[in-house]
């Protein structure tokens, strides 16, 4: 019988490359399906940097794209899928558990959880662990494993504020490696977890770590998780802790997404406005260019140029927000004829850099918690204008001084959804709205009808008393 007792923590197997960064490591490989002891696998410090590598390495595989994709076909953001039935499935919202993207999605982020959860149990097994190197070590794992369950219950439960006291149904909480399958905990219970994890992550690493998680990434995190509690004050201060501190520029060009090639490493061109992202292209390592591909999700599922149909194109609402103003530059992202509208955001990048959490989501986050929860009304008229200037030119379609509250938080959330396009964070704004009470509705159907949430795969079934989401209802 496996107990912590005896120290067998079995390892779940993912295979992949290491998430290779600026500076990298090669991690512990395991193939498909192989089931190790953690006491086999790790002897000493470095084993246990490795294990952490694989963490972010499963991370970077469901950032890649794959969770923004889904989360936007849960959106008026995108149209009907070209041809995928997974993805159709997920835009009709007609998930069942037998739909293997949504399950596969699912799946990942718990083996990431348990991968940080298996190196913050495996100190006793390690003899040359210093305690600073411990503490960065479990800063790091409880930072992966908050975004993970972040991510899992933004997408499979109903929002913060959906009950009084937030005890509707959330998602499995795991902060234990050898723990059985569990139920659902209450969506009170995974936030409070969350919180508790990313705030020791912000307590105990430094601002800047490179491409691995960091202070300023945690509070960034904590910003946006803030917001959706509706604790506008907490969402400002942690956003603007971020903004303040001066690492970070907003990037002129319009485009986050930094591609490297064979001469260029993409570790040496993360954009400024990054805060947290996933880092993919040509990487040094050992003498060698290697290639490690952390962009295939964006580029396959929205990339036109050298794709007469891709599966995602934008919805016409879309497209009719960016004609409102023929001099938004932010309408070169769009190729329309009319009746499909096509992602352009993507074009000529075969690999890149896929930002997470980034400046300019945090100056509109900055301004819409201003503009709901009170504040310095002109901080946020100058966070929109920041981003109106680089998209229209400067002073050419600002919003003026002295506008109201309603006026700034209506102009935030439009360019909000103009500029997080693709990255799937339009999903929380929706949520959010409709749990605030506004009138919320996704291609004619309420925000929380039966089926808006998707379904948890038959896997997660093995718990006793575990609870599936609605199925079907929203057309």
């Given at each position: ?118 190196v913050v149990e495996s100190f006793d097994l390690v003899d040359d ?31 913060y504020g959906y009950t009084a006291d937030n005890g509707h149904l ?306």
């Amino acid at each position: 019988m496996l107990t912590k007792m005896n120290s067998l923590r079995l390892l779940g197997c993912f295979v992949g490359c290491t998430l290779v960064l600026s500076s990298c490591d090669r991690m512990l490989e395991f193939e498909p399906g192989d089931v190790i002891l953690a006491e086999d696998a790790i002897n000493n410090a470095d084993d246990l940097q490795r294990m952490l590598n694989s963490n972010y390495d499963v991370l970077a595989n469901v950032l890649n794209g794959r969770q923004q994709s889904i989360a936007e076909l849960l959106t008026g953001n995108m149209a009907r899928p070209y041809s995928s039935l997974d993805y159709t499935a997920v835009w009709n919202r007609e998930t069942n558990f037998f739909t293997p993207t949504t399950g596969g999605l699912y799946t990942d982020f718990y083996y990431a959880i348990y991968r940080a959860n298996v190196v913050v149990e495996s100190f006793d097994l390690v003899d040359d662990l210093d305690d600073a190197t411990r503490v960065r070590l479990e800063a790091e794992s409880r930072f992966v494993r908050a975004v993970c369950h972040w991510y899992l219950v933004k997408m499979w439960a109903y929002p913060y504020g959906y009950t009084a006291d937030n005890g509707h149904l959330g998602v499995p909480l795991r902060t234990d490696a050898v723990a059985p399958p569990s139920p659902r905990a209450s969506v009170a219970e995974v936030y409070a977890q969350i919180i508790e994890d990313l705030e020791f992550a912000k307590s105990n690493l430094p601002n800047e770590n490179g491409p691995y998680a960091s202070s300023m990434a945690a509070s960034g995190f904590l910003a946006h998780i803030h917001f959706l509690r509706q604790d506008w004050n907490a969402a400002q201060a942690e956003a603007e802790r971020v903004i303040n501190s001066g690492l970070f520029q907003l990037d002129n060009d319009l485009d986050r997404y930094e591609a490297g090639s064979d001469s260029i490493l993409a570790g040496d061109i993360i954009n400024p406005e990054t805060v947290f992202g996933i880092t993919g292209g040509y990487f040094a390592v050992d003498g060698d260019s290697l290639l490690n591909d952390r962009s295939s999700a964006f580029r396959d599922n929205f990339r036109q140029d050298n794709n007469a149909n891709p599966q995602l194109t934008f919805s016409g609402g879309i497209n009719d927000l960016f004609q409102l103003n023929a001099a938004d530059d932010r309408g070169n992202w769009i190729e329309s004829n009319g009746v499909v509208h096509k992602v352009t955001r993507f074009d000529d990048k075969q690999f890149f850099n896929v930002p997470v959490i980034h400046l300019t989501g945090l100056h509109l986050l900055r301004a819409m918690s201003i503009a709901t929860g009170g504040g310095n009304l002109a901080t946020a008229t100058a966070d929109i204008n920041a981003i109106r200037d680089r998209a229209f030119g400067a002073d050419l379609n600002d919003l003026p001084a002295g506008s109201d509250a309603e006026a700034v938080l209506n102009a935030a959330r439009e360019e909000y959804r103009k500029e997080t396009l693709c990255e799937g964070w339009e999903l929380d704004q929706v949520k959010l709205r409709g749990v605030m009470g506004e009138p919320e509705t996704v291609r004619g159907a309420p925000w929380d009808c039966p089926g808006s949430l998707l379904q948890f795969p038959n896997s997660s079934t093995t718990a006793a008393g575990f609870v599936l989401n609605d199925e079907g209802g929203c057309l």
